[in-house]
Every structure is written in C-alpha cells, then in structure tokens.
T-cell receptor, first 112, second 114 residues
Framework: SQQGEEDPQALSIQEGENATMNCSYK?????LQWYRQNSGRGLVHLIL?????REKHSGRLRVTLDTSKKSSSLLITASRAADTASYFC????????????FGQGTELSVKP | ETGVTQTPRHLVMGMTNKKSLKCEQH?????MYWYKQSAKKPLELMFV???????ENNSVPSRFSPECPNSSHLFLHLHTLQPEDSALYLC?????????????FGPGTRLTVL
C-alpha cells in the first residue's frame, strides 16, 4: 500500500508567496526525506528529517515532522519561478536495507 | 550533477527489440536501485542491489532483467517489452543501510516502446 501521500496534488502560487506541501504515511519510520524533480529529470534530495526530530531548516526550506500524526510538511518560503517542480516525500521504515517508499508528489507551479 | 549517470537518455524501441539501460555511480555507494516512473503514478521501485547482490525484486516482469557486475555499475536489460512499459526509468544509489540513506538519482532514460 502507498506509504507517503502528498497533499495537495497540485499547487499554483505567485512568486514571493509561500508554498506548503503535506505528506502522510502509514507505518513507523526511521526518517522522512523530501525530493524535488524538474520535469522529465531525476530526483534531487532536498532534506532529511529523522524520526526523533520535529523541525529542520535548509535555506528557504522548512520541514516539520509529527510522528504521532504520521505526517510531515514542507514549506518553501519566498517562492521563485525556479521552484516550479514536483516535490516528493519518501519514507524509510528502517528495516528494509535503505529502501524508500515515495509518494505521488505535489506539482508546484510558481508564476512570475 | 549528482554523481550518477544514465545512458541512453532517450530510447525508442519496438516490442521485439533487445536493449540495455546503463547506470554508473561515482559516489562510492554500495546500494543501487532501478525505479520506473509512469505519468500520474508514484515512483515504482523495481530492483535493489546491495554490494552487488540483488536484495529486492518488486514483482517485476521477467522481460526486465537487471545486472550488477560491481558496486558502481547497474544495467537493465530489456526484451520483448510492451507499450505500457513506456516510462522514465530512473537509477539511484545510496550508501546503503544506516540512518542516513539519502538516494542520489541519475537523470533517467525516457523509454518509448512502439
């Protein structure tokens, strides 16, 4: 069954606005990761948050993790047109040899 | 550049052809992965190799045959594919097990089966 599910599936905002994407998962995890994918390209790792962490920052990215609700959010502040991409969460259950389960992704469009 | 390369970047093949996809990682990782990404679907994990040994085969049809001759190279041999196999095939690598198993992806091979 699907582990990570992103919400919303698509998001369209204006440059300068903040973008928030959510991810829910079903089983306990070792860590949760966010990836970005530009159209037709490979995925690029953005940030990893461990199960014992609640919040993490990297530049304009802020990730939160609520293990009690089995959910995570990715916030991109002061968005730019170059942030237009698909964003995926991926969970590591910790006992599967490094295997990650990816969600369906959120398609973000940032209009200049 | 993520340190993972894939060739070819685009491939068009007929259903009776045999072709191979190649992936190479320059990161010193021990684990390598093949994923299939179809439109409007989540990434589907196909195969996992750890230290050249296959540790996962996610019920992939036998017309897809992986090969991992060493920890730096991974191949996906294709034969008698179906049109529904058209997709973006992504290779990734990671340091393997452990608390920080970030995966590094190649740019993908866009496969079209006619």
């Amino acid at each position: 069954s699907q582990q990570g599910e992103e919400d919303p599936q698509a998001l369209s905002i204006q440059e300068g606005e903040n973008a928030t994407m959510n991810c829910s998962y079903k089983t306990s995890i070792n860590n949760l990761q966010w990836y970005r994918q530009n159209s037709g390209r490979g995925l690029v790792h953005l940030i990893l948050i461990r199960s014992n962490e609640r919040e993490k920052h990297s530049g304009r990215l802020r990730v939160t993790l609520d293990t009690s609700k089995k959910s995570s959010s990715l916030l991109i502040t002061a968005s730019r047109a170059a942030d237009t991409a698909s964003y995926f969460c991926a969970t590591d259950a910790g006992n599967q040899g490094g295997k990650l389960i990816f969600g369906q992704g959120t398609e973000l469009s940032v209009k200049p | 550049e993520t340190g993972v390369t894939q060739t070819p970047r685009h491939l068009v093949m007929g259903m009776t052809n045999k072709k191979s996809l190649k992936c190479e990682q320059h990161l010193g990782h021990n684990a390598m992965y093949w994923y299939k990404q179809s439109a409007k679907k989540p990434l589907e994990l196909m195969f996992v190799y750890n230290f050249k040994e296959q540790t996962e085969n996610n019920s992939v049809p036998s017309r897809f045959s992986p090969e991992c001759p060493n920890s730096s190279h991974l191949f996906l041999h294709l034969h008698t594919l179906q049109p529904e196999d058209s997709a973006l095939y992504l290779c990734a690598s990671s340091s393997g097990t452990g608390f920080n198993n970030t995966q590094y992806f190649g740019p993908g091979t866009r496969l079209t089966v006619l």
